[in-house]
């Protein structure tokens, strides 16, 4: 009789102790089901659309949130990566530098004007913005001395990213690594002995 007692104590105890186990688990099952956010692909309000294009581009128009309540999320989504890069800086800078008077050249205020012009304005928002998001990643600095007056290269160096925004990771580096920006940003060039 002790050993089918003891028997019995240790089954009550190793069942007591998966009990206890399990408990936290099941809970926590029943809590994060749904995860915080609800799952939706076409919008309820306008105010759910905003907020997705507010994430997804560089602003929510009134006409990009119909377009999303209407086509949903993922409708919105294949339309942006069915979009054509149209808006380079590159060619556009160097044809407002030859409407420039003689004696004067394109100034890092042009080129930054042009990208506040391009991310607002662009069709293709969701590119923008995900090339935004990759210029924080793969980083050529025109904030040294090497490049501080290298503006159509800086051009060059965002239509790079732009281009590559929607595509393969491995493609976008390698397109960076051969681009002469990245070689003048990384160069040990006017490097001096310490």
């Not at 662009?122 to 990643?137: E, G, H, N, T």
Request: proline share 4%; hydrophobic share 45%.
């Amino acid at each position: 009789m002790p050993i089918a007692s003891t028997a019995q104590r240790l089954s009550c105890a190793v069942l007591l102790t998966f009990a206890s186990l399990s408990a936290p688990v099941l809970a926590q099952d029943a809590i994060f089901t749904d995860s915080y956010e609800l799952a939706f692909d076409v919008p309820a309000t306008n105010a759910e659309a905003a907020r997705f294009l507010n994430q997804a581009s560089f602003g929510a128009t009134p006409a990009d949130i119909a377009i999303v309540r209407q086509v949903g999320v993922s409708g919105w989504i294949s339309q942006q990566i069915a979009n054509p890069t149209v808006t380079l800086s590159r060619n556009w800078l160097e044809q407002y530098a030859t409407t420039l008077p003689a004696g004067t050249e394109v100034s890092q205020d042009d080129r930054v004007q042009r990208w506040y012009h391009v991310a607002v304005t662009a069709p293709d928002q969701l590119r923008q913005k995900v090339a935004y998001a990759l210029s924080q990643i793969v980083v050529a600095s025109d904030r040294d001395a090497g490049l501080i007056d290298e503006e159509i290269l800086m051009g060059e160096w965002n239509d790079i990213i732009v281009r590559n925004a929607l595509g393969n990771y491995r493609d976008l580096l390698v397109q960076t690594t051969y681009s002469p920006m990245m070689g003048i940003y990384l160069t040990t060039r006017r490097n001096r002995k310490f």
